[in-house]
Nanobody, 124 residues
Framework: QVQLVESGGGAVQAGGSLRLSCAAS????????MGWFRQAPGKEREIVAA????????YYADSVKGRFTISRDNAKSTVYLQMNSLKPEDTAVYYC?????????????????WGQGTQVTVSS
C-alpha cells in the first residue's frame, strides 16, 4: 500500500502563495496519475488539479485555473501544487491522491490512495 505524505500547508493572506508537496512511498509512483483535492468545512471534497503519469496532461478546476499549477517529479516520487493569488475561498484541507491508472481522471472514485491532508488557510 502506497503512503502519501503532504506538506507545505499553512496560513497566508489573500494574494499570497504556497507550494504543496506530496511524497509517495514505493517505486511505482511514475505509473500512476496523481491529483489534488480539497475539502472546506461543510462542503464536499472536490478535485483541484490532476496530472497524468508523465506530466504531459493536466486538469484544473475552473476555480483555480490560471492561479494553481500541478507538476510532478517522478525521480523524486513527488507531486506539487503551486498555489498563487490565493483567495479566502481556497481555504480547505488539501489532499493528495494517487489515481488507479496512467491518465488524468477527475472522479474521486478513480483515486485509490489518499494522503492525510494539509490545512491551507487564506485570510482576507
Amino acid at each position: 500500500q502506497v503512503q502519501l505524505v503532504e506538506s507545505g500547508g499553512g496560513a497566508v493572506q489573500a494574494g499570497g502563495s504556497l507550494r504543496l508537496s506530496c511524497a509517495a512511498s514505493g517505486r511505482t509512483f511514475g505509473r500512476y496519475a496523481m491529483g489534488w483535492f480539497r475539502q472546506a468545512p461543510g462542503k464536499e471534497r472536490e478535485i483541484v488539479a490532476a496530472i497524468s503519469w508523465s506530466g504531459g496532461s493536466t486538469y484544473y478546476a475552473d476555480s483555480v485555473k490560471g492561479r494553481f499549477t500541478i507538476s510532478r517529479d517522478n525521480a523524486k516520487s513527488t507531486v506539487y501544487l503551486q498555489m498563487n493569488s490565493l483567495k479566502p475561498e481556497d481555504t480547505a484541507v488539501y489532499y493528495c491522491a494517487r489515481g488507479t491508472g496512467l491518465v488524468v481522471t477527475t472522479e474521486a472514485r478513480d483515486f485509490g490512495s489518499w494522503g492525510q491532508g494539509t490545512q491551507v488557510t487564506v485570510s482576507s
